[in-house]
Protein backbone atom coordinates (compact mmCIF):
# COMPACT_ATOMS: atom_id res chain seq x y z
CA UNK A 1 0.00 0.00 0.00
CA UNK A 2 1.13 3.31 -0.71
CA UNK A 3 1.72 6.48 1.48
CA UNK A 4 -1.17 7.54 3.58
CA UNK A 5 -2.53 11.18 1.57
CA UNK A 6 -4.65 13.57 3.66
CA UNK A 7 -7.46 15.47 1.57
CA UNK A 8 -7.81 18.03 4.62
CA UNK A 9 -11.56 18.65 3.54
CA UNK A 10 -12.67 15.74 4.40
CA UNK A 11 -10.59 14.31 7.16
CA UNK A 12 -10.47 11.13 5.37
CA UNK A 13 -7.30 9.12 5.31
CA UNK A 14 -7.02 6.64 2.71
CA UNK A 15 -4.60 5.07 0.95
CA UNK A 16 -2.76 7.24 -2.03
CA UNK A 17 -3.01 3.91 -4.25
CA UNK A 18 -6.57 3.46 -3.35
CA UNK A 19 -8.28 3.93 -7.41
CA UNK A 20 -12.02 3.97 -5.90
CA UNK A 21 -10.78 6.96 -3.39
CA UNK A 22 -9.43 9.28 -5.64
CA UNK A 23 -12.34 8.46 -8.22
CA UNK A 24 -15.14 9.42 -5.46
CA UNK A 25 -12.70 12.31 -4.14
CA UNK A 26 -12.97 13.26 -8.01
CA UNK A 27 -16.76 13.03 -8.12
CA UNK A 28 -17.04 14.78 -4.95
CA UNK A 29 -14.55 18.01 -6.60
CA UNK A 30 -16.83 17.98 -10.16
CA UNK A 31 -20.33 18.30 -8.15
CA UNK A 32 -18.57 21.13 -6.07
CA UNK A 33 -17.10 22.70 -9.38
CA UNK A 34 -13.90 22.32 -8.75
CA UNK A 35 -12.40 20.92 -11.84
CA UNK A 36 -8.79 20.87 -11.91
CA UNK A 37 -8.79 18.98 -8.46
CA UNK A 38 -11.51 16.61 -9.88
CA UNK A 39 -9.78 15.78 -12.48
CA UNK A 40 -6.09 15.49 -10.85
CA UNK A 41 -8.45 12.88 -9.18
CA UNK A 42 -9.81 11.19 -11.91
CA UNK A 43 -6.58 10.71 -13.19
CA UNK A 44 -4.70 9.23 -10.29
CA UNK A 45 -7.96 6.73 -10.13
CA UNK A 46 -6.83 5.78 -13.75
CA UNK A 47 -3.09 4.91 -12.22
CA UNK A 48 -3.83 2.80 -9.92
CA UNK A 49 -7.57 0.90 -11.15
CA UNK A 50 -7.77 -2.27 -12.59
CA UNK A 51 -11.07 -2.43 -12.74
CA UNK A 52 -11.95 -1.76 -16.30
CA UNK A 53 -15.79 -0.69 -15.04
CA UNK A 54 -14.09 1.49 -12.82
CA UNK A 55 -11.74 2.66 -15.36
CA UNK A 56 -14.62 3.73 -17.92
CA UNK A 57 -16.53 5.51 -15.82
CA UNK A 58 -13.91 7.37 -14.78
CA UNK A 59 -13.18 8.17 -18.19
CA UNK A 60 -16.75 8.74 -18.75
CA UNK A 61 -16.99 11.00 -15.94
CA UNK A 62 -13.15 12.97 -16.98
CA UNK A 63 -15.14 13.68 -20.85
CA UNK A 64 -17.85 15.38 -18.82
CA UNK A 65 -15.45 16.92 -16.74
CA UNK A 66 -13.56 18.49 -20.12
CA UNK A 67 -16.50 19.31 -21.39
CA UNK A 68 -17.84 21.77 -18.59
CA UNK A 69 -14.14 22.90 -19.14
CA UNK A 70 -15.08 23.95 -22.72
CA UNK A 71 -12.46 21.32 -23.92
CA UNK A 72 -14.40 19.33 -26.66
CA UNK A 73 -11.58 17.53 -27.77
CA UNK A 74 -9.34 16.12 -24.89
CA UNK A 75 -13.68 15.65 -23.76
CA UNK A 76 -13.98 13.25 -26.76
CA UNK A 77 -10.84 12.11 -26.52
CA UNK A 78 -11.46 10.72 -23.05
CA UNK A 79 -15.08 9.52 -24.33
CA UNK A 80 -13.12 7.42 -26.60
CA UNK A 81 -11.25 5.86 -23.88
CA UNK A 82 -14.36 5.16 -22.17
CA UNK A 83 -15.42 3.23 -25.45
CA UNK A 84 -12.38 1.15 -26.32
CA UNK A 85 -12.43 -0.49 -22.26
CA UNK A 86 -16.62 -1.02 -22.90
CA UNK A 87 -18.12 -0.22 -26.17
CA UNK A 88 -21.60 -0.78 -24.40
CA UNK A 89 -21.18 1.82 -22.12
CA UNK A 90 -24.55 3.72 -22.57
CA UNK A 91 -23.29 6.94 -20.79
CA UNK A 92 -20.08 6.98 -22.75
CA UNK A 93 -22.65 6.55 -25.89
CA UNK A 94 -24.89 8.97 -25.46
CA UNK A 95 -22.14 11.38 -24.37
CA UNK A 96 -20.04 11.29 -27.37
CA UNK A 97 -22.88 11.24 -29.70
CA UNK A 98 -24.07 14.36 -28.30
CA UNK A 99 -20.63 16.10 -28.52
CA UNK A 100 -20.55 14.87 -31.98
CA UNK A 101 -23.70 16.21 -31.93
CA UNK A 102 -22.39 19.92 -31.01
CA UNK A 103 -19.89 19.47 -33.14
CA UNK A 104 -21.74 19.20 -36.17
CA UNK A 105 -20.29 15.47 -36.43
CA UNK A 106 -23.69 14.30 -37.50
CA UNK A 107 -22.87 10.56 -38.59
CA UNK A 108 -20.83 9.92 -35.75
CA UNK A 109 -23.70 11.28 -33.95
CA UNK A 110 -26.09 9.02 -35.45
CA UNK A 111 -23.77 5.90 -35.01
CA UNK A 112 -23.20 6.73 -31.06
CA UNK A 113 -26.80 7.57 -30.30
CA UNK A 114 -28.06 4.77 -32.51
CA UNK A 115 -26.18 2.39 -30.51
CA UNK A 116 -27.57 4.08 -26.96
CA UNK A 117 -31.04 3.58 -28.18
CA UNK A 118 -30.41 0.20 -28.67
CA UNK A 119 -28.78 -0.25 -25.39
CA UNK A 120 -31.37 1.30 -23.54
CA UNK A 121 -34.22 1.63 -25.84
CA UNK A 122 -36.48 2.61 -22.70
CA UNK A 123 -34.43 6.36 -22.79
CA UNK A 124 -36.92 8.67 -24.45
CA UNK A 125 -34.21 11.86 -24.20
CA UNK A 126 -31.40 9.70 -26.47
CA UNK A 127 -34.72 8.61 -29.07
CA UNK A 128 -35.19 12.29 -28.65
CA UNK A 129 -31.38 13.52 -29.61
CA UNK A 130 -31.47 10.89 -32.61
CA UNK A 131 -34.46 12.23 -33.78
CA UNK A 132 -32.70 15.50 -33.88
CA UNK A 133 -29.82 14.29 -35.72
CA UNK A 134 -31.60 12.40 -38.07
CA UNK A 135 -33.65 15.42 -38.85
CA UNK A 136 -30.42 17.67 -39.26
CA UNK A 137 -29.15 14.91 -41.69
CA UNK A 138 -32.30 14.98 -43.63
CA UNK A 139 -33.51 11.74 -42.79
CA UNK A 140 -37.33 13.14 -41.80
CA UNK A 141 -38.75 9.53 -42.08
CA UNK A 142 -36.57 8.10 -39.59
CA UNK A 143 -36.49 11.20 -37.41
CA UNK A 144 -40.41 10.92 -37.38
CA UNK A 145 -39.82 7.68 -35.91
CA UNK A 146 -37.41 8.52 -33.40
CA UNK A 147 -39.75 11.56 -31.93
CA UNK A 148 -42.78 9.39 -32.11
CA UNK A 149 -40.48 6.74 -29.88
CA UNK A 150 -39.47 9.31 -27.35
CA UNK A 151 -43.26 10.37 -27.43
CA UNK A 152 -44.27 6.78 -26.53
CA UNK A 153 -41.86 6.69 -23.47
CA UNK A 154 -42.20 10.15 -22.31
CA UNK A 155 -45.95 11.41 -23.58
CA UNK A 156 -44.75 14.81 -22.04
CA UNK A 157 -41.60 15.24 -23.98
CA UNK A 158 -42.45 18.86 -25.50
CA UNK A 159 -39.44 19.62 -27.71
CA UNK A 160 -39.96 16.20 -29.55
CA UNK A 161 -43.60 17.03 -30.01
CA UNK A 162 -43.10 20.65 -31.13
CA UNK A 163 -40.21 18.90 -33.98
CA UNK A 164 -42.59 15.96 -35.01
CA UNK A 165 -45.68 18.77 -35.52
CA UNK A 166 -43.01 20.54 -37.66
CA UNK A 167 -42.02 17.79 -39.48
CA UNK A 168 -45.73 16.80 -39.84
CA UNK A 169 -46.55 20.43 -40.95
CA UNK A 170 -43.62 20.02 -43.57
CA UNK A 171 -45.29 17.34 -45.65
CA UNK A 172 -48.29 18.87 -45.78
CA UNK A 173 -47.23 21.27 -48.14
Keep these: MGAYRIPLETGLLIPSDYATAHYNLGLMFQKQ ?70 RASLDAAQVDLSWAV ?15 VLEDKGNIALAESAYETALTLSPDLADAKAHLDALRRGHQQ
Excluded at 72 to 91: G, N, Q, S
Excluded at 118 to 132: E, H, I, K, S
Design 118 to 132: RLDPNNAMTCYWLGR
Design 33 to 102: NRLDEAANEYKSALVYTRDPVEASNVFNNLAVLREQQNEPAEALRAYDAALRIDPYDIPSRIGRGMLEYR
